[in-house]
């Protein structure tokens, strides 16, 4: 973990360095919300600039046998009680769908390292039970399995991020996964998936050659770890009329010695690398309560989730080296908070609460792979049902949705779209030992033709005046919504499912090439200029 001194280091020079955007808003039901003075912020939105494609699989999920993820969160099987379609939470499909989730990363993690797929295949009665070491020590029943993750992919319209087993399974067994589910020959494998109900082959577009070899993949030297994917990747075959995308498993945090091996010995027989960063308030083991948080938990939380900028730029710069066309892919596919896990709850499930600082350390995220969207072409957050920074919690049959999926639903317009150069100047927010940016942003030209710019104002406690010089854009009028809350702790509760919600947002004004809005404090805006 990255120490006090290098956050507020890194989150200085972030602010220096980065081309940011903002813009914002006036709040539609918040007259009773107090905020001292307005801060003073200009900007310039170079909307004749174009950048880089923001791939829509920047907004993938994470779905990883851990807690109540999958049991519970997306599956409870086709006798529930609960309402389901072929066991799946009908609730849960309908939210997910209404997000156009990109990709979705399967089975993990962790337990992808101890994966063996033959257990979750076949008459669901007559399956296995294995111990999930990694997670709570508990009985995985394994029926959730190929099958059932690959017929919720399809459910949902979204596509497959399978992660192989390299921790502790043999390569020809990835090898006979990968068949298994893709071939449309009449191979043994091939003819076992009809036999299991599968007459058609899946598209597997995705495929991550084993997790973190460096931790719990198998405590591996990178020197090691790149000829083992090297000879994994190896056996990781697609049909004819099919690709692949293999990712490498890449650095954790800010192991750059990391990188540098793995992209000089495997650049070659990879199309993407992972990256995985979490942001953890108090620094590693996670022990801060996601609820229960002062404004120094609040702005120190913020701070380290800025550091994403420094590791994406510094990791590009290595992979630049060795692959000047940005042909591979950087895969920040783990990403989010991680506090101490809730009361009365197994520590193992990882289950904790998503108030506003969640929703505003997504938006941050966000912004920071558009910014570099020409190397960071997939993400996931971690994780998409009932762990970590979940986009849904579930209760039974009771279901909510999070301040998080409230951003990502805000951010769906990115998806597809044309990065925007965005530059402001803006006063910081300091609190504390922290200081960073007090206002913070994106802007993309959607696939609509429309130009939308995200606004987050980090402050807690002063509102923004935001005058924005727009460049290249034929539009008149702005609409939009905000995302904001009474309180730096405000959440959603199954009692209160809508306690923190989007609202229509009119505190922006364009007129003559000069976007002007007033921005509430610990607030996220998504404007849409008409």
């Known amino acids: 973990m990255l120490s006090t001194r290098s956050l507020k280091n890194a989150a200085l020079r972030w602010r220096r360095r980065l081309p940011l955007a903002a813009a914002a808003a006036a709040l ?31 907004f993938g999920q994470f779905a990883e046998h851990l807690g109540n993820g999958i049991y519970g969160g997306v599956w409870v099987g ?76 399809e459910l949902l319209g979204t596509q ?12 020809d067994e990835m090898a006979q996964w990968v ?15 009809r036999s299991n109900g599968r007459q058609a082959p899946w598209k597997v577009p995705y495929f991550g050659v084993g997790n973190e070899l460096w931790g719990c993949g198998g405590n591996m030297r990178v020197e090691y770890a790149a000829d083992v994917y090297r000879r994994y990747q190896t056996f990781v075959k697609a049909p004819a009329d099919q690709k692949i995308m293999k990712i490498a498993p890449g650095p954790n945090e800010g192991d750059y010695h990391w990188t540098e091996v793995m992209m000089r010995e495997a650049t070659k027989h990879m199309d993407g690398m992972s990256l995985h960063y979490y942001t953890v308030p108090g620094g590693w083991p996670p022990r801060a309560s996601s609820t229960d948080f002062d404004e120094t938990a609040w702005i120190e939380t913020l701070s380290r ?26 895969v920040v596919d783990e990403w989010g908070t991680w506090y101490g896990g809730l009361p009365n709850v197994n520590p193992g499930f990882l289950h904790q609460q998503n108030t506003l600082r969640d929703a505003l350390v997504a938006s941050l995220n966000l912004d920071i792979f558009v910014q570099h969207a020409d190397r960071v072409r997939m993400a996931n957050i971690a994780q998409m049902i009932n762990v970590l920074q979940a986009m849904i919690l579930t209760d039974g049959d009771k279901m909510l949705l999070t301040p998080t999926y409230h951003v990502f639903a805000m951010y769906k317009p990115y998806q597809d779209a044309t990065a925007l150069p965005l530059q402001i100047k803006a006063p910081d927010y300091k609190h504390g030992e922290y200081t960073v940016p007090s206002v913070h942003g994106s802007a993309v030209k959607a696939k609509d033709g429309h130009v939308y710019v995200a606004l987050t104002n980090l402050d807690p406690n002063r509102a923004a005046e935001v005058v924005v010089s727009v460049d290249g854009v034929q539009a008149s009028g702005v609409s939009g919504q905000i995302l904001t809350a009474p ?44």
Not at 305 to 327: F, Q, R
């Open 305 to 330: 989730t800025l550091v994403m900028d420094e590791l994406i730029s510094k990791h590009s710069a290595i992979m630049d080296k060795y692959d000047p066309g940005k042909k591979v892919a950087l």
């Open 28 to 58: 539609t039901f918040g007259a009773g919300l107090a905020q001292a003075a307005d801060v003073a912020v200009r900007g310039t939105l170079h909307a004749d600039q174009p950048g880089a494609l923001v791939s829509r699989n920047l």
């Open 160 to 171: 497959a991020y399978v992660a192989g087993n390299v921790g502790d399974a043999a390569p």
């Open 179 to 193: 068949e298994y589910m893709t071939a449309p020959t009449k191979s043994t494998l091939a003819n076992q998936r």
């Open 487 to 530: 309180k730096i702790t405000s959440l959603n509760t199954f009692e209160q499912p809508q306690a923190v919600k989007p609202a229509a947002f009119g505190g922006a004004s364009l007129q003559g090439g000069t976007l002007k809005v007033a921005l509430p404090a610990k607030a996220i805006v998504m404007l849409k200029l008409q």
């Open 78 to 153: 086709p006798d529930s009680k609960i309402p389901n379609t072929r066991g799946y939470r009908n609730d849960v499909v309908a939210a997910l769908k209404a997000l156009d989730v990109p990709n979705i990363r399967w089975p993990g993690g962790c337990f992808a390292d101890e994966y063996h797929w033959r257990d979750g295949i076949g008459p669901r009665a007559k399956r296995p039970t294995s111990i999930n070491t990694h997670w709570g020590g508990v009985e995985e029943p394994n029926s959730f399995g190929t099958h059932e993750f690959m017929d919720f992919t």
